[in-house]
């Protein structure tokens, strides 16, 4: 009894423990396997598939998602996703990890292999059987185009993507472009700056040399087979989806306006060039004003850099974003204008309280210097005329007296200037 009790707390812990390992190497698979192109997980990741960031409250088992992840549109009819497991083994770990996804534990129920559902029971072992061979995991392409090709096409009440698929039309690159987007080629691959980039950018994969017809076909048909160790999956295309998407992907192109820049452009982008000087050298005064200038220099060099950036794709003859970069440029030299003007009216802020400080002292000194000097005049005055009466009571100006006394003109004199309006104050200032 009591070692059975044991013997299952040890089983719990190691199943818990490999259940936590699957997690971790599911998510590893998730990465290394681009599902994040079609995928969002918290917020990362394409959109062409649902969200996986609740996939634990979806309610799908651990089968349903092996099985699905073996044969996608087998599961569910339609599906355009592509099959991306090579072994029964991945699939368990990526079943591990999706049903981890917005979970608070993962509950160790799905760990009991339940039967696989009636549904498509004929078909899976078939599926399974062959993938799951582990014998040559460097070489897997065969068996899943093996499977791609003998997976009968999807049930009638699927939705319909057929229409596009019909045989016997002309290539089209048009009908090739609305394919790039269904199958969710853009999950994993830009055109001009549209998508994904799990893939290498497209925006000109019609000059890709050795990238011809044959080349895409091959590729498109088993990824790995072309490009060994691709995590590009292996579509379900049919002949005729082939042929479309072969036709846009050899269209893509270098177009006319990739070579050189518009005239409306040539114009803004010398017209930036002068404003970057122009903004250089108010840099340096405002430097030379104190403003530590190290953010506006930083800014400016990025600018510059972008700048170069375009000098380099017209000298090459490549101007494919050049336009992005020359408007990246421009933002950085109106916010650079910015704040140099912020910087100049705080200078002017800051003179202009020197002068109001500076005019209210002058004018302080000269209404005082004023007032002193009425004052001393008033009394000038005031005594002149007390000497003055002094005078004319004795009636005889007494010879020690007249020797401190001025002369009788001055008092008057002095008293006209008092009256006067004051001295304009030059002097002083
Ligand atoms: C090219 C786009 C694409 C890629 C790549 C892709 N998926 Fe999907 N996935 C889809 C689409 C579309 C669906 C919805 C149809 C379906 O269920 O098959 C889907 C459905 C799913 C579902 C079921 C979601 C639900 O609850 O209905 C899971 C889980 C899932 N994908 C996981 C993965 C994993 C893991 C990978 C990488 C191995 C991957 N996907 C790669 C497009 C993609
Ligand atoms: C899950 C991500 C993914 C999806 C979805 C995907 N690709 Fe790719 N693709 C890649 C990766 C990774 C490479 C680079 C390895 C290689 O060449 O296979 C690549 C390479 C390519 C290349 C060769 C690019 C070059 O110049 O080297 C072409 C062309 C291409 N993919 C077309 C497509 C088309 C068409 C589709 C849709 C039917 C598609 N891809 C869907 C990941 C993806």
């Known amino acids: 009894m009591r070692r059975a009790a044991i013997g299952a707390a040890l089983l719990l812990v190691v199943s818990a423990t490999s259940a936590h390992a699957s997690v971790e190497a599911g998510e590893t698979l998730f990465k290394a396997r681009g599902c994040g192109g079609c995928h969002k997980v918290n917020g990362q990741g394409g959109a062409i598939g649902p969200d996986l960031s609740n996939e634990a409250a979806k309610g799908h088992d651990r089968e349903w998602h092996i099985k699905h992840f073996l044969d996608p549109s087998g599961v569910t009819p339609g599906s355009m996703m592509p099959r991306m497991v090579k072994t029964r083994e991945e699939a368990g770990d990526l079943a591990d990890y999706v049903m981890s996804l917005g979970a608070t534990e993962t509950a160790p129920a799905p760990e009991a292999p339940a039967p696989a559902p009636e549904e498509k029971t004929e078909a899976a072992p078939a599926r399974e059987a062959a993938p799951a061979g582990e014998a040559a995991p460097a070489a897997p392409p065969a068996p899943p185009k093996a499977v791609v090709e003998a997976a009968p096409p999807p049930p009638a009440a699927a939705p319909a993507p057929a229409p596009v698929s019909e045989p016997s039309a002309e290539p089209s690159a048009e009908r090739g472009q609305a394919l790039f987007r269904k199958k969710g080629c853009t999950g994993c691959h830009s055109i001009?700056?549209?998508?994904?980039?799990?893939?290498?950018?497209?925006?000109?994969?019609?000059?890709?040399?050795?990238?011809?017809?044959?080349?895409?076909?091959?590729?498109?048909?088993?990824?790995?087979?072309?490009?060994?160790?691709?995590?590009?999956?292996?579509?379900?295309?049919?002949?005729?989806?082939?042929?479309?998407?072969?036709?846009?992907?050899?269209?893509?192109?270098?177009?006319?306006?990739?070579?050189?820049?518009?005239?409306?452009?040539?114009?803004?982008?010398?017209?930036?060039?002068?404003?970057?000087?122009?903004?250089?050298?108010?840099?340096?005064?405002?430097?030379?004003?104190?403003?530590?200038?190290?953010?506006?220099?930083?800014?400016?060099?990025?600018?510059?850099?972008?700048?170069t950036t375009v000098d380099e794709m017209i000298r090459t003859g490549n101007v494919v974003g050049a336009e992005d970069e020359i408007k990246a440029a421009e933002g950085i030299a109106q916010k650079l204008t910015e704040q140099l003007?912020?910087?100049?009216?705080?200078?002017?802020?800051?003179?202009?309280?020197?002068?109001?400080?500076?005019?209210?002292?002058?004018?302080?000194?000269?209404?005082?210097?004023?007032?002193?000097?009425?004052?001393?005049?008033?009394?000038?005055?005031?005594?002149?005329?007390?000497?003055?009466?002094?005078?004319?009571?004795?009636?005889?100006?007494?010879?020690?007296?007249?020797?401190?006394?001025?002369?009788?003109?001055?008092?008057?004199?002095?008293?006209?200037?008092?009256?006067?309006?004051?001295?304009?104050?030059?002097?002083?200032?």
């Open 192 to 307: 001009r700056g549209q998508g994904g980039s799990i893939g290498p950018d497209l925006t000109f994969e019609g000059e890709v040399a050795g990238h011809d017809a044959d080349w895409q076909r091959r590729h498109l048909a088993d990824p790995r087979a072309v490009t060994p160790g691709s995590t590009m999956p292996p579509f379900r295309l049919s002949e005729a989806e082939t042929a479309d998407l072969i036709a846009f992907l050899t269209g893509l192109k270098h177009r006319p306006e990739d070579r050189a820049l518009s005239a409306e452009a040539k114009e803004r982008f010398t017209a930036l060039g002068e404003r970057l000087e122009a903004l250089k050298a108010r840099v340096a005064r405002a430097h030379a004003k104190g403003r530590n200038v190290d953010d506006l220099n930083v800014e400016l060099s990025a600018a510059r850099t972008r700048v």
């Open 341 to 429: 003007q912020a910087f100049d009216a705080q200078l002017r802020d800051r003179v202009s309280m020197a002068g109001i400080v500076v005019a209210g002292l002058l004018f302080g000194s000269f209404v005082i210097t004023r007032k002193v000097r009425l004052l001393v005049r008033e009394w000038d005055a005031a005594e002149g005329e007390r000497e003055a009466r002094r005078a004319r009571g004795r009636k005889g100006p007494a010879p020690s007296e007249a020797k401190q006394t001025p002369p009788p003109e001055v008092p008057e004199a002095t008293k006209e200037t008092s009256e006067a309006p004051p001295e304009p104050p030059e002097e002083d200032a």
